[in-house]
Structure formats: C-alpha cells, structure tokens
C-alpha cells in the first residue's frame, strides 16, 4: 500500500470505526480531485481525495452549505479532516444522467431545471463573481490549442477578438448563482430525485452558463422543440424577467464560450498524459463551438470549422 491509500485508510478508520472496509477507485474526472467507493459492512460512503488542491475542498463544503440552504439535492456530508484533505459524502450510487439512456429526456432536463430553479437563490451576496479577467483566463488555453492546431497568427489575432467580444456580451448578461459545469455527468438519479454533484465553483456569473451547460451538452442533441418547451417552461417557473429569444441569445454565447474553455482545458490535460478517456469529447465540444458560433453569426466560425 502506498502512503497516500495508507493515509486516507488510517483516516477513514477512525471516522467509521472500522478497519474493514473496501476502497473501489470511481472514474477519472478533470480535476485533481480522486473519489473512491467506500464498502464496510452493509455500508457505503463516497470518499473524496483533495490532496492536491485543498482550496477546492473548502470551496465545496462551503458551496454544500449554501445550497442546502436553498433546499438544492445535494450529497450529505459526514466528515472531513482537519486539513480539508479528505471528506466523507453520501453514496448516492452510480445512476448519473449522463450515463443511462434509461431516462425521458423532457422529464429529466426538467427536474434538472427545477434544481437549476433553486441555486438561483442562493445567497447571491457572499458568492465570489465572474469578472472580464477571470473570463477572458477561461478561454487562454484556447488560443493555445488553435496554434497547435495549425492556426496562424493572423487567425490567432481574430479567435482572440472572438473570446473579448464573447467575454463583454457575457457580462451583460444577468449575473445569478450558477453552478457553472450543469451537466449531466455532474446531475444523479437516487430514490426518484435528481441530486447535484460537483458544485465546488458556484459562484455568481451569467445567467447563460448553466442552462448552456445542460441543454446543449456535448453528448446530447435534443430537439430544438423540446429546448424551447423546457426553457419557456423554465423562465416562466423561475420567474425570470427574459424573453425567450433574447436567453436563448445569452444561452449561444455562454455555449461558444464554455465549450472554449473546455477545449483548451483538455487539450492541456492530454498533453500532460491526463483524462485520456475523454480525449474523443474534443471534437464533440469543438462542434458546439460551431453551434454556437453559427447562431451568433461570427466570421470566426471558418477557423473552427478548418479545425474540426
């Protein structure tokens, strides 16, 4: 045994009483984060290993606290070490939305809405906010990839445009709690409910970035019928002062980009030899990149297309 298992076994000892128990690895996310299952008798638990970034653990149980406060389904926390380094959260089993085809798609987006519905009210006032700087970072690794892409410097120059006018159109947007990574791999099905996971960057940013997140996921088209079905459903349960076509705007915005910042988050993960299990997602993103870019009607979309 090595010394971290050697440690998060000597910690988890003590928390449960009992030094028999099972840690099952669960699947690689792109984070630093590492999630084990924990089996001891008949009971099981979700440990989660923030060695390498211990600011994220204290971001998430601060994160859980809120939304627990604006009745968000969110995993119960049971313990965590004083250094932040480990936490012990409820098992709520494998059934994430992303990975069963099981499931009515208006019924699940719209669970999902309602959750959605619920972290906007948290407590707006003690959130960190999206700033142009902090937007205009997310997408740095853009640029980086574009070159490595073959993109010229002139290209270079006009993707680089595109992040600064995306970047202002979203600070225009209504800025709201969001959950900012609302998709389905991060939504899970237990005991008839949808519940939240992986909440440890809520803070207050444009109102398009969730709902980007979930109706227009890389791994789900859903017809544009049923996106506006949800949505106009969605505006008007949430009380939200917006037209439809006017979100669905702010929507196409936040999708180019995220689906950026997520292109070029990867790409430098797979360079380092990390998340190769997502490697054939890029393409995947780089198309709602196009979706996006072609909705807005930006000359930039010529790059990307070449690209893909």
């Not at 270079?156 to 202002?168: A, C, G, M, P, Q």
């Not at 409910?193 to 444009?206: R, S």
Request: glycine residues 2%; proline residues 2%.
């Amino acid at each position: 045994m090595n010394k971290n298992l050697r440690e998060i076994s000597d910690w988890l000892s003590s928390v449960i009483g009992t030094q028999n128990f099972n840690l099952e690895p669960l699947r690689e996310e792109a984070s630093t984060r590492k999630y084990f299952r924990i089996k001891a008798d008949e009971r099981t638990f979700v440990l989660v290993d923030n060695s390498e970034n211990k600011e994220q653990a204290a971001n998430f149980l601060y994160s859980s606290k809120l939304l627990i406060n604006s009745s968000v389904n969110v995993p119960e926390t049971y313990a965590f070490s004083e250094d932040l380094r480990f936490m012990l959260l409820q098992d709520l089993g494998d059934n994430t939305l992303d990975a069963s085809d099981k499931f009515d798609d208006k019924k699940i987006l719209t669970k999902a809405l309602e959750q959605l519905s619920l972290i906007y009210f948290c407590e707006q006032d003690i959130l960190k906010s999206c700033t142009k700087t902090s937007l205009l970072e997310q997408t740095e690794a853009f640029n980086e990839f574009c070159f490595e892409r073959g993109c010229d410097q002139s290209q270079i120059k006009d993707i680089s445009l595109l992040r600064e006018e995306l970047v202002e159109e979203l600070l225009n947007q209504q800025f709201i709690p969001v959950h900012n990574d609302f998709e389905r791999r991060n939504l899970i099905m237990c005991k008839n409910e949808i519940f939240v996971i992986d909440f440890q960057d809520l803070n207050v940013g444009p109102i398009g970035i969730d709902l980007a997140s979930l109706l227009y996921e890389h791994d789900f088209d859903y017809s544009n019928d049923l996106i506006k079905d949800v949505l106009s459903s969605h505006i008007i349960s949430s009380g939200l002062q917006i037209e439809t076509d006017e979100i669905m705007r702010h929507i196409m915005v936040a999708l180019s980009h995220r689906s950026m910042r997520v292109v070029g988050t990867f790409n430098r993960y797979f360079k380092d030899g990390k998340l190769l299990n997502r490697k054939s997602d890029l393409e995947k993103f780089l198309s709602r990149i196009c979706l996006g870019l072609s909705y807005l009607n930006k000359p930039q979309l010529k790059i990307i297309e070449k690209i893909l």
